[in-house]
């Protein structure tokens, strides 16, 4: 039992860089290695807290950076809890999410645990100081990619009507992914990026947790039509203990290839 909660410790302390090809009305494939193409880069579920604090997050960063994406899209939950950043500098956390570079920009959503102990404001204010662009029911053109974000399904408002902006490729953000179950018009989004689940955070074999908000889709691509997919990122941080057993923190890079607009 022992050795079981070291290694699962350990391993919210791990990485992994997962990258895929986004083609218009194809699935995804995964790609090895990294591209020259368009990129978008995906992280979520950061959780900073006790467990998580920010200097953790310069691993992040680095990575991000080292990458080059020209876009960065955070789906929710940045804090576990704002009981605790309350009291403590949330201005670090605003200083490491404003340290990630993007040619483009940087967006984001909030999650569930963004709302806990009334921190919906403080959340949306570290992002904004960090130069990330809050999307909360609504749609945008960013370099001729139409960028959605509903807000979270179980503490926001949602508006499930949000459609896309006429655009070549468009993206959804949601931070729960059995959320995509209340969109009416589902095929108009190419790409769905969800977290939330943390893949199970801790996976037993045969009975793996799927909690609420991820029942159906907890984690990996899930291609909901002839021409939409949905991917759901682990996450970063963690909620409750801070272990993980057979689930790897990840930053998902999408790669969209000259042509597939």
Not at 118 to 135: N, S
Not at 238 to 253: H, N
Request: net charge negative; with cysteine; hydrophobic share 35%.
């Amino acid at each position: 039992m022992i050795m079981a909660i070291i290694y699962s410790r350990y391993q919210t302390y791990r990485l992994v860089e997962k990258h895929f090809q986004v083609e218009k009305n194809t699935q995804l494939k995964i790609k090895k290695g990294e591209s020259s193409a368009y990129t978008i880069a995906q992280i979520s579920d950061s959780h900073f807290s006790p467990f998580y604090q920010p200097e953790r997050f310069t691993k992040i960063v680095h990575k991000l950076n080292q990458s080059k994406p020209e876009i960065i899209l955070f789906t929710g939950d940045l804090i576990e809890n704002y009981n605790y950043w309350q009291t403590h500098d949330c201005e670090a956390i605003s200083r490491q999410l404003a340290a990630i570079q993007a040619s483009v920009g940087k967006f984001a959503i909030l999650g569930n645990h963004d709302y806990r102990s009334e921190g919906a404001v403080a959340v949306k204010k570290i992002l904004l100081d960090g130069g990330f662009t809050l999307l909360e029911n609504e749609s945008i053109l960013v370099d001729g990619i139409s960028l959605t974000g509903i807000d979270d399904g179980q503490e926001g408002t949602p508006d499930y009507t949000t459609q896309p902006l006429p655009a070549p490729f468009s993206i959804l953000m949601v931070h729960e992914p059995d959320q995509v179950k209340k969109i009416s018009d589902i095929s108009s989004f190419d790409l769905i990026l969800a977290g939330h689940s943390h893949g199970g955070q801790i996976r037993f074999p045969f009975f793996p947790y799927k909690n609420y908000g991820s029942k159906i889709y907890d984690k990996g691509i899930y291609p909901l039509s002839s021409t939409t997919n949905l991917v759901v990122n682990t996450g970063l941080g963690t909620t409750g203990p801070p272990l993980r057993f057979r689930v790897t923190p990840e930053i998902l890079y999408f790669h969209i290839e000259k042509g597939s607009e």
